[in-house]
């Protein structure tokens, strides 16, 4: 399915066809949050940060937001 988009997020075109209700079509016993996760570890940050953009300017933010909180001390 990956090969059909130019970037993953192209396959998120709808809520009717987002990556779970495909795989929902081809799998029924496919479980959102166990195999999604699953597939995440298999494919690996690297990989995931370098085919999407918008995910990885997410961890860049919360990355940011924890050597701040580094740099000032701060604790939880």
Known sequence: MREQYDTPKG????????????????????DKIWNGSLAAIDIGLEV????????NGWLCSLEQLSDMRRRNGWKR
């Open 48 to 55: 995931l940060r370098a085919e999407c953009p918008l995910f």
């Open 11 to 30: 396959i998120n075109d709808s809520p009717q066809t987002a990556p779970s209700k495909r795989r929902l079509s081809l799998h029924a016993g496919y």
